[in-house]
């Protein structure tokens, strides 16, 4: 079993930054891709960017491509979410996920972290 514990959410004016960290512990070691995914009030659970735990190769959802960036600390277990030029549209929960090797879907969720971004 591996453990999420997200952090980092909170409140911040529209053109603001914010960035969410990810610890993992537990079943670290057949790791394959982390993501960060987000669900806004009333609505579905968003894909926002991923990356490839051994090569670091990012994925970007539309709507974020250009202002979020994820990145990865191997030695920390840790993934990161860098939030920049943040809209008022981007205010959701942000739930960090590890997919781990052979796994058809995300299979390790962590518990949510608020990101509230006031116009």
């Known amino acids: 079993q591996m453990q999420l514990v997200e952090s980092g959410g909170g409140l911040v004016q529209a053109g603001g930054s914010l960035r969410l960290s990810c610890a993992a512990s537990?079943?670290?070691?057949?790791?394959?891709?982390m993501g960060w995914f987000r669900q806004a009030p009333g609505k579905g659970r968003l894909f926002v960017a991923s990356i490839n735990w051994s090569s670091g190769s990012p994925n970007y959802g539309d709507s974020v491509k250009g202002r979020f960036t994820i990145s990865r600390d191997n030695a920390k277990n840790t993934v990161y979410l860098q939030m920049n030029s943040l809209k008022p549209e981007d205010t959701a929960v942000y739930y960090c996920?590890?997919?781990?090797?052979?796994?058809?879907?995300?299979?390790?969720w962590g518990q949510g972290t608020q990101v509230t971004v006031s116009s």
């Open positions: 537990g079943r670290t070691f057949n790791w394959y891709r």
């Open positions: 996920a590890a997919r781990t090797s052979g796994a058809a879907t995300y299979d390790s």
